[in-house]
């Protein structure tokens, strides 16, 4: 996957001689297609200088900013200006031309394509409006409107023309608590519909659980912060909860289905943002845990398609063998979903146990039925061997998480 703004080595300072100021020291970092990055900081701390250096709106004096193929260090004011059709600003303050009606200011935002007609635009204003949830206040002016329906209108005039990158800049600081959360959570619904990335600057520690990453500028460095990774574990671990209820609906196979459904729309939306943070620039060892849970991502995947395998053997099996495979089974999700809710040295050494020997325990079993009962054999032995594999991986992570 291909960033959509990658920095590479960027200082900025204002002021010369004596009062020269560094806000900006030798940053790099990658931003992504469907990414909702929080920047946060202290005031001064160069997140708003970030921001508009990265969206063309100053020069850049050190390093390099690309946006898609264009180089953006020593670029014309024709190449800025390009750059910056390519992005979405949205600004604390609305911006908003009160003369205007609420679908004029929307409009604004194409009058800078030359090919634009009138009627197209104000058709593609009011789609826009419609989405964000307000189309019925299109005829409206600005001070008419709330705090928070003024700023989705700067979304809309931001989206307007489809941009790649939308750029914020404090959304909510001038919102309520309930305002501001309907206008983050509308971002984040918009960046995954239009697979824009998503650079909000902020202090609002209220909204921070919408990010995939959350970045730290201080003193002119760049950090990255655990909390979206450690967000996505969370959503990860809690699969095997759901697939620790799989056993008792071996039965039922509308029930079944139905969790299926469930487990394939959560993967489906944690695969793709486990796969951004795999692909970006990051130091050891947040690296190797990316890695490490995006590949228990798909082990979870496979297991949950064994265990299904299994819901359609089993009627088929002798009773004993059938009861034997469901208890087992249900046992070892229970255990393993203790554990990576735990997270315990404890909970996952008990896990590793259950599931090291497995030649020797399916050679006994096996001599034990008939050859008819071996595909449902194997397949629960395959399901031991996934949850063998999550459980190496669970304590590799807590080991470094030891020795960090």
């Known amino acids: 996957m291909q960033p959509l703004v990658s920095i590479n080595g960027l200082t900025h300072a204002f002021g010369d001689g004596a009062g020269k100021k560094e806000v900006l020291h030798n940053v790099s970092v990658d931003f992504y297609p469907g990414e909702i990055v929080i920047i946060m900081g202290p005031s001064g701390a160069g997140k708003t200088t970030l ?8 020069s850049v004096q050190a390093g390099s900013i690309r946006l898609g193929d264009t180089e953006l260090f020593q670029a014309n004011a024709k190449t800025l200006r390009e750059s910056r059709r390519k992005i979405g600003f949205i600004f604390q303050a609305h911006n908003l031309v009160d003369s205007l009606s609420v679908c004029e200011n929307v409009q604004i935002a194409l009058a800078v394509d030359a090919n634009a007609v009138p009627a197209d635009s104000r058709k593609k204003a009011l789609d826009l409006l419609t989405r964000v949830g307000i189309g019925n206040f299109a005829n409206e002016k600005p001070r008419e409107l709330s705090g928070g329906q003024k700023q989705r209108v700067a979304i809309a005039r931001a989206l307007v023309r489809s941009p790649q990158i939308i750029m914020a800049d404090e959304p909510t600081a001038a919102l309520d608590r309930n305002s501001g959360r309907e206008v983050v959570d509308l971002l984040q619904y918009l960046a995954r519909e239009m697979h824009c990335a998503v650079l909000l600057v902020t202090h609002d520690n209220r909204i921070l659980d919408v990010a995939d990453r959350i970045l730290t500028l201080e003193d002119g460095r760049i950090e990255e912060s655990s909390l979206a990774l450690d967000r996505l574990v969370r959503e990860a671990s809690g699969l095997l909860q759901l697939l620790a209820e799989y056993p008792t609906l071996f039965h039922s ?6 969790s299926s459904s469930r487990f394939t729309a959560q993967t489906e939306a944690l695969l793709p943002r486990l796969a951004t943070l795999v692909a970006r620039r990051q130091a050891e060892p947040t690296a190797s845990r990316c890695e490490r849970w995006n590949a228990a991502l798909g082990e979870l995947v496979a297991l949950e398609e064994s265990l299904r395998q299994i819901a359609e053997l089993l009627p088929a099996q002798e009773p004993a063998l059938a009861e034997s495979i469901q208890e087992g089974t249900d046992f070892l999700l229970r255990t393993a979903a203790q554990a990576f ?3 315990t040295a ?3 050494q008990i896990l590793l146990s259950l599931t090291a020997d497995r030649t020797h325990a399916q050679d006994s079993i096996r001599r034990m039925y008939s050859d008819a009962g071996m595909d449902a054999i194997n397949v629960y032995f395959r399901c031991v061997y996934f949850l063998g ?3 190496k991986r669970l304590d590799s992570d807590l080991s470094a998480q030891r020795i960090n």
Do not use: I, M, Q, T
């Not at 196979?253 to 139905?258: F, G, K, Q, T």
């Open 341 to 343: 809710a735990s997270r």
């Open 253 to 258: 196979p509308e029930s079944l289905n139905a």
């Open 51 to 58: 921001l508009s250096l990265a969206g063309g709106l100053r």
């Open 389 to 391: 594999h999550l459980a």
């Open 346 to 348: 404890k909970d996952c």
